[in-house]
């Protein structure tokens, strides 16, 4: 099924966001994409969330497994360095901090990365629309 880029970067959007205090859902009638966080648990919510699928975000460890991916990917010496920046609390950040000092390597991370989410949402919307 073909779906729309405005589509598409919005369950990339929340693919990327949901976590343990947001939750996004998605009503597959209208295609709209709507949140909550643990903070309007207090507020009166008008809307019937049986219509709403909800979004699971992506874990952490797929994120670490896609910078794996990446950086086997890399020469010797970037490999090596993002090899590094991968060990140990605050890899993200390390990870992150290692391709700045490599522009065209770092614009490619965002674009590797962003395939990936994008496949990841085109397959949460197939399995959506299969399951009608």
């Not at 360095?81 to 950040?93: D, E, I, Y």
Request: hydrophobic share 35%; net charge negative.
């Amino acid at each position: 099924m073909k779906y729309s880029d405005k589509l598409i970067e919005n369950i990339i959007e929340a693919l990327d966001n949901a976590d343990f205090e947001t939750t996004y859902y998605f009503n597959k009638k209208t295609l709209e994409i709507t949140s909550f966080t643990n903070y309007d648990e207090d507020e009166e919510v008008d809307i019937d969330l049986s219509k709403w699928i909800n979004i699971d975000g992506i874990e952490s460890y797929e994120k670490y497994n896609l910078m794996e991916d990446f950086a086997s990917r890399q020469n010797d010496r970037l490999r090596e360095l993002l090899n590094v920046a991968l060990n140990g609390k605050g890899a993200f950040r390390r990870f992150k901090d290692v391709l700045y000092h490599f522009p065209e390597e770092q614009e490619k991370w965002y674009e590797f990365e962003h395939e990936w989410f994008k496949q990841q949402a085109i397959d949460f919307l197939d399995e959506v629309y299969e399951n009608t």
